[in-house]
């Protein structure tokens, strides 16, 4: 069975600070999948990224940064600067791969960035 | 741009009353899912289809059933609201083989259950 754990439940931050948000994953197979979810106060899940299991290569879009570590099996997002527009809340996900796998999302943080 | 429509944004609704939620995406898209969202719980996955007239259980299914006649449009159905189903539910998409690309969801419907 997979799993994916967020233990941050709420993270607070003055706008223009670095933060880190952890997840980490279990599965025992060897293809999978991982992503990150944004959801703003609006409600609807906003893509931001997914990364395979055999590219451990780091990502930076902007402001935004992920860390993929097998050896920990993490994969952490960093928003650098933070604005207040970052406030939201944060899923990590994992599917692995093959016919009718299912999405495993983690219970997510809820970042707030004050002015 | 993919959008997922979910036909209300907020319903009430009375115990043991029959609930339709309707969901439509305009991307020909194979596979579509309904998660339920629930403070400190996250996203629960309920159904999913990957074809027309087929659906699969999730996590929790109990109490739910699901409709897919027509590619486009998958329907969650609740035979019998209870209090315990008041909750955000999200549909969602994708078109890739497998469901392991990105999902693209609807903005929510919010029911509650008196």
């Known amino acids: 069975a997979q799993k994916v754990t967020q233990a941050q439940t709420e993270i607070s931050v003055v706008e223009k600070e670095d933060v880190t948000l952890d997840c980490v994953y279990e599965?025992?197979?060897?293809?999978?999948?991982l992503f990150w979810y944004k959801q703003p106060p609006s409600g609807e899940l906003v893509f931001l990224i997914r990364?395979?299991?055999?590219?451990?290569q780091n990502e930076i879009s902007g402001r935004y940064s992920w860390n993929f570590q097998k050896s920990t099996s993490s994969f952490n997002f960093t928003i650098t600067a933070s604005q207040v527009v970052d406030s939201a809340v944060y899923f990590c996900?994992?599917?692995?791969?093959?016919?009718?796998?299912?999405?495993?999302f983690g219970k997510g943080i809820t970042l707030s960035v004050r002015p | 741009d993919v959008k997922v429509t979910q036909s209300s944004r907020y319903l009430v609704k009375r115990t043991g009353e029959k609930v339709f939620l309707e969901c439509v995406q305009d991307?020909?898209?194979?596979?579509m899912f309904w998660y339920r969202q629930d403070p400190g719980l996250g996203l629960r996955l309920i159904y999913f289809?990957?074809?027309?007239?087929?659906?699969e259980k999730g996590d929790i299914p109990e109490g739910y059933s699901v409709s897919r006649e027509k590619k486009e449009r998958f329907s969650l159905i609740l035979e019998s609201a209870s209090t315990n189903q008041t909750s955000m539910y999200l549909c969602?998409?994708?078109?890739?083989?497998?469901?392991?690309?990105?999902?693209?969801f609807g903005e929510g419907s919010r029911l509650t259950v008196l």
């Open positions: 996900a994992l599917i692995i791969g093959g016919a009718n796998s299912k999405l495993t």
């Open positions: 599965t025992r197979d060897t293809t999978y999948y």
């Open positions: 990364r395979n299991s055999f590219d451990e």
């Open positions: 991307m020909d898209h194979e596979n």
């Open positions: 289809s990957y074809d027309v007239k087929m659906k």
């Open positions: 969602a998409s994708n078109g890739e083989a497998a469901g392991t690309g990105e999902l693209f």
